[in-house]
């Protein structure tokens, strides 16, 4: 049962306020460093005392002065940077920023909690204390991944390549939504008092030649997509970013819409929404970096070219268009509309 359009837009509206209020939160820790460095502080010990030594000593310290000592080669302590403004909140590419939380709310929310329409009041605690896990762990991924950002960083300049390496809120919703998709694979947040006898696997009919068929057909689709658009600079040069998103998109279409044609024809519903979301998602965050002038939208973007050069104020558009496309074909499935289309069946008189 589809739900009602009333119910998807607070769906909606819940998830991208939640989102913008997290994305705030990350962007504090750019206010709080403004024109410096943090770097580590090798003064109180290799490790910090706190959380377990993942998190290092740092301390804040004017770029100027940590770019003259590194640079002089008559200094021998040289500064160990460890993050700087816009390694956090990515202001500079904040509609691709943006698609992440996006994702990990919808999913936290509907295919968890099950809001707005399919809460379980008895089931509601044990849905909200595995979001209390998945958070949990979501932080200690990062410390340990903060931890190895500390170790091997020197010269971390902020880039749009940072969007999936440097920048601690996209490696924590990152976590989350990993996190979220295999506790509900576990089926930690349902409960049934009775046990059901596993399926016997062995009458099972497969069609493993068409899935793989299809499945690495629409991989070469996106290699050469990709391919395309890194040669027109719309993607990132390393590419690999972007292509690991693609490839997110094709197992998600065809876990939610079938594995061949023959299926998606009778979707059109679900696709549509997948489609026409991103399409409306590219000009509202146009229109943001417009009226802010300091929240990039990663495509199209004076911020990007100012940084990086004329030729490449469009290299955030494959990514944004991947992360978008995964959003609305979740928001889809989530809303019970990527199902296929029943046609009216004629009565007999």
Sequence with gaps: MPMKISHAILL?????????????????????????????????????????????????VPKDVVKAANTDPNTKEKYIIYAQSGDFAGKSVYGICFGIPLIMYLIWFAFIIGFPDRVDPYLLPRRIFTIAVIIGCSVVANLFLMRIAADFARDPMSRIANVAGNHASLLFHNAGIWFAILFSALGTHGHSSNEVQAPDSRNWQTQANEKFNWMFTMLGIVTVLEIALVKNKLALPDAAVDYSVWIIWVVIFMRMY?????????????????????MLTLPVFYLLERATGNLGAGFASPILAKALGAENQNIGL????????????????????????????????
């Design 318 to 349: 494959s990514l944004m268009v991947s992360i978008y496309l995964v959003f609305w074909m979740e928001f889809a499935t989530a809303i019970r509309r990527n199902g296929p289309t029943k046609k009216a069946v004629a009565q007999k008189a």
């Design 258 to 278: 079938g594995f061949s044609p023959k299926y998606w024809v009778k979707r059109p519903t679900g696709i549509a929404i997948m489609v026409v979301g991103t």
């Design 12 to 60: 909606l509206v819940v998830c991208v306020v939640c989102a913008a209020f997290n994305m705030q939160i990350f962007s504090g820790l750019d206010d709080m460093m403004g024109d410096q460095y943090w770097v580590v502080d090798t003064t109180q010990g290799d490790h910090g005392w706190y959380a377990m030594g993942l998190l290092p000593h740092v301390k804040k």
